[in-house]
């Protein structure tokens, strides 16, 4: 019989912290504890290394329990239920019938919700010109294009949710319209019409109105939902376009939180009461492969959602947040995008976690043009096996209890909370993105944020790091859209032309993390097809295998990320050997790669005598520390090691081999 006042742990001694940190010091041999174990934060978050419960202040739990406020821990009581969350699929195939084709197919294989991405004439609002038919999303401008998109999908058991942009209300229209013609019951419809003027205002740089006429618009759409179908939603806030921007978390919650401000005001003056204003929000935020931080932000958003709930004076029960997650567009690669399963993985399982009521997980080839069969299966599969093989829907908030995600969702919440603050003191989030004050907030953090990209500080497999520059591209075809847009042409005659836009800013940028290393690899592809070489660099590797080897990866991966082909051997230990190497490599430009008491020996006589023979560049991997001006007066013209801007070296490098004429 077991006793329960038993202790495994009770004949231990109670460390405490003064402890814990004297072993740090003792393991940390005299480095600086804050250098080697603090992380900050692009939120202005310091990370620690350990978290206890006295990092939580007070007796009780501040995150309270699942289902009830703050809703931290979820907004059901039970979690994401029998079921787990949403595994939502996104489509955005220009034609209708290859859209068809691939949502019925989700469909059959896992998908529960369909989430459709019209194209860019729709998003736009400018549907009069035809060469934006079917670019970026599905061609869908009347009511035979949406009949044929979801040909075969039984609607009264799928959630369909739309991103039409400018278009929005002209989407939801038809969509309720397909619903009467099938037949499609008030009680049985699901959708998510989302309109979301200011997030479009963002994305698209224009509205066709002035913006409250257009907040007003969409309040009266919300109130014909709520009465007519009581199972949909009409608004959607979704923070995609600051998270492409460069936005840090608590930007995106903060952004979040103003415009579903601005979007409650605008319903309760339209007279809607504040609880069916809650009950016609969908949030989309974006989640990324920092892992910890994407739950946070997850439980942060909810936190922030109840309490401005509750400060319009909303039961309780109205104040539970509805939230989709997208795995970031801002994180995908082009190149090796084989590396975005394990990033969609780790983001869609940083979604479960977090709570979402319904996950997309993007397909590993999404940047690359519409994504086929095989990536759209994994991306399903990877949902249905974290709920099912993994088991993570059937615990609720698995990340509770947890002092560190506890401690990290508070700090988040109290940041965003801060920025959301100052837009509302500024006059709310129509004039933020007005007079740009958020987007030039934003364009600081993702510059903050490139700066540590280009000294791979923040490193990318596969593009700034480990890059495979012989790897087999990823092909995607994309359909012929001459005959669609011939159509549209002549659909089109006559057409006026779309009224004057009711405002104009300067639509927010968007941002991939690996776009510049991207850009220097494009080059030199190019260059490769011009000259029928890669832009090359010798190695010149001394003394044996196990003295160069780890600068000479180190070379190989710093320049191969720029698309800049090494070419290696087995080490020289006498000068005239290696110059003869380099002359017959045909390269331009050297990286001298050795150990430190190899360049002490070697260094000055290899680098004058491949400076005499000709080398362009003269790179030395490793950080020459008191040695610098010999090795600079011996010929050496650079310097590559850890913490420098690779980036920038690379686009000289660029420069110097004629890579970009």
């Not at 919300?222 to 179908?229: E, G, K, M, N, P």
């Not at 509750?310 to 590396?339: H, I, K, N, Y």
């Amino acid at each position: 019989m077991s006793d329960p006042s038993l202790k495994l742990a009770s004949e231990f001694p109670v460390p405490d912290r003064a402890q814990w940190l004297a072993l740090v010091d003792k393991a940390l041999k005299g480095a600086p504890f804050d250098k080697k174990l603090l992380t900050r934060l692009y939120e202005g978050i310091v990370v620690q290394p350990l978290y206890t419960r006295t990092d939580v202040a007070g007796e009780t739990d501040p995150s309270g329990f699942p289902g009830a406020s703050p809703f931290a821990r979820g907004g059901r009581a039970s979690g994401a239920g029998v079921d787990g969350w949403e595994i939502r699929s996104e489509h955005n195939a220009s034609l209708p019938a290859d859209a068809n084709t691939a949502i019925l197919d989700d469909l059959l294989r896992g998908a529960t919700a369909i989430h459709l991405r019209l194209d860019s004439a729709a998003r736009s609002g400018r549907t009069t010109e035809a060469a934006l038919w079917g670019e970026g999303g599905i061609a869908i401008h009347g009511p035979e294009d949406l009949d044929r998109t979801l040909k075969g999908v039984l609607l009264e058991f799928v959630p369909l949710s739309l991103e039409a942009g400018a278009s929005a209300e002209r989407a939801a229209e038809l969509l309720t319209d397909l619903w009467r013609a099938r037949g499609t019951t008030p009680d049985q419809a699901r959708g998510s019409f989302g309109l979301d003027p200011l997030g479009t205002l963002a994305t698209e740089g224009r509205l066709s109105a002035p913006i409250e006429d257009s907040l007003t618009r969409m309040a009266a759409v919300a109130a014909a939902t709520a009465r007519d179908w009581p199972h949909a939603t009409a608004v959607g806030v979704d923070t995609g376009a600051y998270h492409d921007a460069g936005a840090t978390a608590t930007q995106e919650l903060a952004a979040a939180m103003a415009t579903g401000t601005a979007y409650l005001k605008a319903m309760t003056a339209a007279g809607l009461d504040i609880a069916t204003a809650l009950g016609q929000i969908v949030f989309t935020l974006s989640v990324d492969c920092d892992q910890f931080l994407s739950i946070a932000k997850l439980r942060a958003a909810r936190m922030m959602w109840a309490r401005i709930a509750e400060a319009c004076g909303a039961p309780e029960s109205a104040r539970r947040m509805r939230l989709l997650a997208r795995t970031s567009r801002r994180m995908m690669s082009r190149r090796d995008p084989w590396v975005n399963l394990l990033r969609t993985t780790v983001a869609g399982f940083a979604a479960g976690v977090g709570g979402a009521d319904s996950v997309a997980v993007l397909p590993f080839d999404a940047e690359l043009g519409p994504s086929d069969a095989f990536s759209r299966r994994i991306a399903r599969n990877i949902q249905i096996l974290l709920k099912e093989e993994s088991s993570l829907s059937q615990v609720i908030d698995p990340a509770g209890g947890s002092w560190y995600v506890e401690t990290l969702t508070r700090q988040v919440a109290e940041a965003a909370w801060t920025e959301f603050q100052k837009i509302e003191s500024a006059g709310g989030m129509a004039a933020a993105l007005i007079d740009g004050s958020l987007a030039e907030r934003i364009a600081l953090s993702w510059a903050e944020r490139e700066k540590n990209i280009a000294k791979r500080k923040d490193s990318l497999t596969g593009i700034s790091e480990f890059p495979n520059l012989h790897e087999r591209p990823v092909e995607r075809s994309r359909p012929d859209l001459k005959p669609l847009r011939a159509e549209a042409a002549s659909y089109l005659v006559g057409a006026g032309s779309p009224a004057e836009p009711g405002v104009n800013i300067a639509p927010l940028p968007r941002h991939r993390l690996g776009e510049a290393f991207e850009a220097l690899r494009d080059a030199a592809e190019a260059f490769r097809n011009r000259t029928g070489n890669w832009p090359r660099l010798f190695l010149a590797n001394l003394g044996p295998v196990a003295s160069h080897t780890a600068r000479a990866t180190y070379a190989k991966n710093y320049f191969e990320a720029g698309g800049i082909e090494t070419l290696g051997n087995d080490g020289f230990t006498e000068v005239e050997a290696c110059v003869a190497a380099f002359k017959a490599s045909g390269a331009r430009i050297v990286a001298l790669c050795g150990s430190d008491g190899l360049y002490e020996s070697h260094a000055v006589a290899f680098a004058q005598a491949l400076k005499q023979a000709g080398t362009d560049c003269l790179y030395l991997a490793g950080n020459p520390g008191e040695r610098k001006a010999d090795y600079t007066g011996a010929g050496v013209d650079e310097f590559i090691f850890v913490g420098c801007d690779v980036l920038a070296t690379l686009r000289t490098a660029h420069a110097r081999l004629g890579v970009c004429a």
